[in-house]
């Protein structure tokens, strides 16, 4: 059985009661990856002490052996007859097998302190991205203290990797979508992923790609289209991110079947532009920019293609004088039924969608007007106070308001600006995207490495949206 978490496990202890009898189980079955479970923590040549906590005068320590991707519970400041064990989640500190209690043991009579074996944080054979914690019970008490879930280097050498890492605990491979997000969100979630392949070399997680895809296919109108046309466009992005990655041609296919579906809600209301949903009830800016950006990028990797470049084009040619680009060129939300701007929120992931498009219009055309305009808009959302209250990106929804769209917004803005900065010979983002990045890092992030919603802190909870962005940041920065 599995049992939720209760309460933030991040960064102090957790308190639980005692389980019960009936929640007793047979421990997990081992585990065998580089070493086979469990091994004796004498043999680490470099014990790393992770995370603490305390109960009653106890000190419960989480140990790693980064080279095995081993990990061991320790008590120290107890008395014979304390309990020390280790927990094991593979969903992120979400679930984790009641009552097994990996390598339950007991303070020696006399001792004042002892410790576990040492267990696998890891399922390679099954590929569980795991997470320890260590727990213990002071002898004669009902309480419990656990430190906070954290892992091993194993992945995870830097804070891309481990951010890469933190994400794939959120997969679930049995769907091969992500857990704790939604279809879209998913989509850049994958595109995440990809890009950390692509960015910082961890190719372990290579076969989301193929079962996101094999999963999914099907789903919905089939080929990643459905009723959204701004989904359909995020899919049919993350489709073009794997094709770069791996050559497939099948991901390429399906991102210009993607494209052709939403060309089919091009039509002369407001003067042209595709819209959001199938049912036609508003063109907005996301669909738009997403539509420039996708029709543009599968130009730039079909020979002879000149049906794509055209819509791009002719995308960017109405954007342009649609009014969605406001005075302070900040970019609206959309138009009115009157086809002019809605005065909406000026959310970042509308920034940044449209600079990476115009930046991938650009490598089609060649036009440096299409760069120039990019940067124009990039510098506006980059020094925009609203936008970046201290310097730092905050959207409109946040602290509390974000619902499950808005945590994914800014991973999309930082991916676009990303996009553009590496475009500029002179780097010019470079700097405004290594703060976001150091601040996250800094202060929003848990000792598993997943971050909140907050990249100026502090941390809220984790979820597969706000760990791509985090991520999506992370591939962006120096």
């Known amino acids: 059985m599995a049992r939720s978490l209760l309460g933030a496990v991040v960064s102090a202890a957790v308190l639980l009661t005692l389980a019960t009898p009936a929640e007793t189980a047979q421990a997990e079955a081992a585990i065998c990856n580089k070493y ?28 790693f052996d980064d080279s095995a991707a081993m990990g061991w519970a320790a008590v120290s400041g107890g008395t014979g007859g304390d309990e020390v064990w280790l927990d094991r989640s593979f969903d992120g500190g979400h679930t984790w097998a009641s009552g097994s209690k990996l390598g339950a043991t007991t303070v020696p009579a006399g001792a004042t ?75 850049n979630a994958l595109t995440g992923v990809i890009d950390g392949i692509r960015v910082s ?160 219009l650009h490598r089609a055309t060649g036009d440096g007007g299409l760069l120039a305009k990019a940067r124009q808009l990039a510098d506006a959302s980059t020094t925009d106070p609203t936008l970046n209250p201290g310097g730092i990106l905050r959207d409109p929804c946040e602290p509390v308001n974000c619902a499950a769209d808005g945590p994914s917004f800014k991973g999309a803005y930082a991916r676009g600006l990303g996009k553009l900065n590496n475009a500029l010979p002179d780097r010019p983002y470079t700097s405004y995207l290594k703060r976001q990045a150091d601040s996250a890092y800094t202060h929003n992030r848990t000792a598993l490495d997943t971050y909140g919603l907050r990249w100026a802190g502090p941390f809220d909870s984790a979820d597969a949206a706000r760990q791509h962005s985090a991520l999506d940041l992370l591939n962006a920065a120096p």
């Open 113 to 187: 302190g002892w410790r576990t074996l040492m267990y696998n944080v890891d399922d390679w054979a099954n590929r569980g991205v795991g997470a320890l914690r260590a727990c213990g019970r002071p002898t004669g008490q009902t309480a419990i203290a656990c430190t906070a879930w954290a892992r091993t280097t194993w992945n995870a050498w830097d804070r891309r990797t481990a951010a890469v890492t933190a994400l794939m605990q959120f997969y679930d491979t049995g769907t091969g979508l992500f857990r704790t997000t939604g279809w879209w969100n998913a989509a």
């Open 201 to 360: 070399g961890v190719d372990s997680y290579r076969y989301a790609i193929a079962t996101t895809y094999d999963r999914n296919r099907s789903a919905h109108q089939g080929e990643f289209r459905n009723e959204y046309l701004d989904d359909t466009a995020w899919w049919g992005l993350a489709w073009v991110a794997a094709y770069d990655l791996t050559g497939d041609s099948r991901y390429l296919a399906t991102a210009r079947i993607d494209a052709e579906h939403m060309a089919a809600y091009w039509d002369g209301v407001c003067g042209g532009g595709v819209w959001w949903r199938t049912d036609r009830p508003v063109k907005n800016a996301i669909t738009n920019s997403l539509y420039i950006q996708l029709n543009a990028a599968l130009h730039n990797r079909i020979p002879g293609d000149t049906v794509f470049r055209q819509r791009a084009s002719a995308g960017w040619a109405w954007f342009s004088a649609s009014g969605m680009i406001n005075s302070a060129n900040l970019v609206n939300d959309g138009l009115t039924s009157s086809c002019v701007n809605d005065g909406k929120p000026v959310w970042s992931y509308n920034q940044g969608v449209l600079v990476a498009g115009l930046t991938e």
């Open 36 to 63: 086979c479970e469990p091994r004796d923590p004498a043999l680490a040549p470099q014990p790393r002490q992770s995370v603490t906590t305390e109960l009653a005068g106890r000190r419960y320590t989480l140990h």
